[in-house]
């Protein structure tokens, strides 16, 4: 089947005219998370614990064979069943051994290799004759285009490649920033807001070539800029961050300080770094107890309360992220009196 793009898979989500199979790849991670949540938005919410299933290609429950019961299976309620197979490279594209072979013999030992593992003749199977009421949801990081599973998966889905703003050469990568910025300025416009096109550019090339970034970074101008039309220069440089010079501290100075835009910047340099959201919680709540109860006590009971809640949603196994960001929101306010806490300022 002939690939699809974003605003056509959007449209089928949206009449709710699924197709039998799809490919989601690539590395704008973000924006496929989104799709693969709105495919799955199409079931009704009270019917999704019976129509809905999520499995981890190659682990438990997620084999080939697996996967094709799965989707096979008739819909217990309402009329549509979905399957989403995450991880789907380990099918799509797996490691090979190097060898001095001949491409045709490699391919041949691999798709040999996958028969130990990973034998997807099931899979093949079920994709040449899908279920009518099942869409298949494939999602993958990439795809190895010379695997005979994923050449007849490509043949059979309905595909869509989001590769962000990767390119092998300067050209397709600055079709691909420019792809990206047309699609920020649609987001923007879908969100009630519009943005400056100097400010578009800003935002993509603080991204560098990490389209992850560029959707944290749309997210967090969204709430920045909660209730305003207009996104400008000022507010990218007050949220978006140029380089990764982090203070351990930055956030809860910022929180102090009644700066949320630099809280929110300083926030998304915690996350890119890896650090856990429970540790960051723990200074925010540190700063709670020791330096708003001694500023601003008004303030405590429904900065606790907010705390609460984040912690409630972090367990629930809520986007960490974005409750972080909004509980950094939350207690930003007017600045709150105190010393500058961090290395050598204690």
């Known amino acids: 089947m002939p690939a699809i793009d974003t605003a056509g898979l959007r449209k089928q ?14 590395e704008d991670v973000r924006l496929i998370e989104q799709l693969v949540d709105a495919i799955e938005a199409t079931v009704d919410p009270a019917d999704r614990p019976f129509a809905v299933e999520r499995v981890y290609a190659g682990e ?14 008739f819909p217990m309620l309402g009329d549509r069943r979905i399957v989403i197979v995450l991880r789907a490279e380990k099918f799509l594209k797996p490691a090979r051994k190097g060898s001095a072979v001949s491409d045709e013999d490699a391919d ?34 990439g795809v190895d285009r010379t695997r005979r599973f994923s050449k007849r998966l490509i043949e059979r889905s309905t595909w869509l490649a989001l590769e962000g703003l990767a390119g092998d050469n300067a050209a397709e990568r600055r079709d691909a920033k420019r792809e990206a910025a047309d699609q920020m300025v649609r ?17 993509v090339d603080r991204a560098g070539g990490d389209i992850s970034k560029l959707r944290g970074d749309v ?3 969204l709430l920045y800029t909660e209730g305003r039309k207009a996104i400008t220069k000022t507010d990218i440089e007050e949220v978006v961050a140029a380089e990764a010079d982090i203070d351990d501290w930055a956030v809860v100075n910022a929180i102090g300080d009644g700066d949320v835009g630099r809280a929110l910047r300083e926030t998304a340099l915690r996350f890119d770094r890896g650090d856990s959201p429970h540790q960051l919680l723990g200074q925010i709540r540190w700063w709670v107890s020791q330096q708003l109860a001694k500023g ?20 629930s196994s809520g986007d960490s992220r974005m409750l972080v960001e909004r509980l950094v929101v939350e207690l930003t306010g007017r600045p709150v009196p105190r010393p500058q806490w961090g290395p050598g300022r204690r």
């Open 108 to 141: 041949e030992a691999a798709d040999a290799e996958d028969g130990g593992a990973f034998d997807t003749v099931p899979l093949e199977a079920y994709i040449d004759r899908p279920s009518p009421s099942t869409s298949l949801v494939f999602v993958a990081s």
């Open 60 to 73: 438990a429950g997620g084999g080939p064979v697996d996967i094709a019961a799965a989707a096979s299976v």
């Open 296 to 315: 601003a006590p008004e303030r405590v009971k429904s900065a606790v309360d907010a705390l609460l809640r984040t912690d409630l949603g972090l367990k």
């Open 219 to 221: 997210e967090r101008l």
């Open 187 to 203: 987001e923007f416009k879908m969100s009630g807001r519009t943005i400056e096109p100097a400010a578009v550019q800003m935002l």
């Open 13 to 26: 989500i949206q009449s709710g005219a699924l197709a039998p199979v799809y490919l989601l790849y690539g």
